[in-house]
């Protein structure tokens, strides 16, 4: 009987596959709804054919227009200060892997990985817990040392909410996102450690010469797919953290399609938005396999 490994493989990676197919392509039949004027409870056989008719309400309309300007302002500043943070797993795994006591680093470790699986209704528990104008514990310390008279209302401040949204995001992923980090750090061959300690070379050299060297693919790798994600923010932290006050400046694109498809019930111009978003983040793929491509000699996809 002829082996076919190939064909092992395909057996193997099916249920994969199917699981893609399942949730990542089958939804895209939804894509219909932006060519017609659905409105929700009605069947779509019911709803007249609109053609590019939501399209062109994203550019045909000057209110429209400044909305979708300022969305992107939110989402493409909140993308940058996350791809200026980038090194930031990386930095940590080099430095919790320096640390010699195995206890405290896999506690460590441990502790920083969990608020990863915490959602992001019970981390705006947690910030109103520690940040509400009543009763919140920063607030509480505040006004009994007479720092404030009152408190300050941070969760209701659009002051610095890029930056406060960058801090939940880095506080809740730093440790889930140093894993791979973690990964390569244990790939790395052993002689070449031992080889550095016998030439004298202390623990920064070390690490200079040879954690960093050999993190620098896996980093690029996951730069390139941040830049090719850029415009995906999600929505679920910045829908639990919005309210009147802080809304025009937190609103990122994910956030503004389920505001106009969901709560506006506008779901075929909701539809057609995101249909550009998900066309621009496949232009950035590209665009950052390009670059990839010109600056490692590698693609990554």
Do not use: C
């Not at 797993?89 to 195995?102: G, H, K, Y």
């Not at 506690?107 to 919140?136: C, E, H, K, N, R």
């Not at 075929?268 to 670059?291: C, E, G, H, W």
């Amino acid at each position: 009987m002829v082996k076919r490994p190939g064909f092992r493989l395909f057996l193997i990676s099916a249920p994969f596959l199917a699981l893609l197919f399942l949730f990542s392509y089958l939804p895209l039949t939804g894509w219909v709804y932006a060519f017609f004027d659905y409105r929700a409870g009605m069947k779509l056989s019911q709803t007249p054919f609109a053609g590019l008719k939501h399209f062109a309400m994203i550019w045909g309309n000057a209110a429209t227009q400044r909305d979708i300007a300022r969305v992107m302002v939110n989402t493409l500043a909140m993308s940058l200060l996350s791809l200026l943070a980038s090194p930031l797993p990386m930095i940590f795994a080099v430095t919790l892997n320096e640390v010699r006591s195995s206890v405290f680093r896999k506690v460590a470790q441990t502790l920083t990985t969990l608020p990863y699986f915490i959602s992001w209704v019970l981390v705006y528990s947690l910030a109103w817990a520690m940040f509400s104008i009543g009763d919140g514990f920063v607030n509480r310390i505040l006004v009994a040392t007479g720092a404030s008279s009152s408190g300050i209302n941070f969760l209701a401040s659009k002051d610095h909410v890029w930056l406060t949204q960058w801090a939940y995001t880095t506080w809740k992923s730093l440790g889930w996102n140093a894993v791979i980090y973690f990964a390569a750090i244990s790939g790395i061959s052993g002689e070449l450690y031992e080889a550095a300690r016998v030439d004298g070379a202390g623990r920064w050299r070390i690490i200079w010469s040879i954690t960093l060297p050999g993190l620098t693919s896996t980093f690029f790798v996951l730069l390139l797919l941040q830049v090719a994600n850029f415009i995906n923010n999600g929505m679920e932290q910045y829908y639990v953290f919005q309210n009147a006050m802080n809304k025009q400046h937190i609103e990122v694109l994910d956030l503004y399609v389920y505001n106009r498809g969901i709560v506006g019930n506008m779901i075929p111009f909701a539809t057609a938005v995101s249909m550009l978003k998900s066309v621009v983040s496949v232009v950035l793929l590209f665009v950052a396999n390009r670059l990839s491509k010109a600056v490692r000699g590698e693609s990554i996809v």
